[in-house]
């Protein structure tokens, strides 16, 4: 069975363009999960989904970032405009139930010029 | 603030050796989890204790939990240059809300 999904694995934009990146969870998990890491902060959860439903996104930095969650097997994290300190790496993450335990997907290394 | 604070930040041991890694967290907790990550990859799910346990034992992997002291500790024996990583202890006092340290870069010299 094939793991969570995302793509690109790399991103190289310029600053004020939108960047959407993706992901396709694992079937059969209901949570889906988005986190950014950096050197500096660390691994932070921005937003999560249960059910298709956003449940929490008091983790998205600003209005500048959106998520969306279409359908069980699909989801999208929007940053429009995009700025040089969103550059990160953007995991989304799987599971089912509560999501005590996650399934990472590879990332999606994001630079922005 | 992050949940979870590892030590050390950097582990430098030879290949045979034994590993040890620590973990602090701040608040009461229902599970703790340690993760490894790659250089490049995600992250991968290694262990899970409970609040109510205080041991557990996956392959060469060690984890003890003291939820008097905040504390638990992951140890690694007889290491091997393929476990150069780094790891991370996750704490979910909330459900759906895992909280991620800020980890330990383990380098396993061969």
């Known amino acids: 069975d094939a793991g969570v999904i995302q793509s690109p694995r790399h991103e190289v934009t310029e600053m004020g363009q939108e960047v959407t990146l993706r992901c396709k969870p694992i079937?059969?998990?209901?949570?889906l999960f988005w986190y950014r890491q950096t050197m500096m902060r660390g691994l932070e959860l921005l937003i999560y989904?249960?059910?298709?439903?956003?449940?929490?996104d008091s983790g998205m930095p600003e209005d500048r970032f959106s998520a969306k969650m279409p359908n069980a097997s699909f989801s999208t994290l929007k940053i429009q405009p995009s700025e040089p300190r969103d550059s990160a790496v953007y995991f989304c993450?799987?599971?089912f139930g509560q999501g005590i335990v996650q399934f990472f997907g590879p990332g999606t290394r994001l630079t922005v010029l | 603030s992050q949940q979870g604070e590892e030590d050390p930040q950097a582990l430098s041991i030879q290949e045979g050796e034994n590993a040890t890694m620590n973990c602090s967290y701040k608040?009461?907790?229902?599970?703790l989890q340690w993760y490894r990550q790659n250089s490049g990859r995600g992250l991968v799910h290694l262990i899970l204790?409970?609040?109510?346990?205080r041991e557990k034992h996956s392959g060469r992997l060690r984890v003890t939990l003291d939820t008097s002291k905040k504390s638990s500790s992951l140890l690694i024996t007889a290491s091997r240059a393929a476990d150069t990583a780094s790891y991370f202890c996750?704490?979910?006092?909330?459900?759906?809300?895992?909280?991620f340290g800020a980890g330990t870069r383990l380098f396993v010299k061969a």
């Open positions: 079937s059969g998990h209901n949570s």
């Open positions: 608040t009461s907790i229902n599970n």
């Open positions: 993450a799987s599971s």
């Open positions: 996750a704490t979910d006092a909330i459900p759906f809300k895992t909280i």
């Open positions: 989904f249960n059910n298709n439903v956003p449940i929490d």
């Open positions: 204790i409970r609040s109510n346990e």
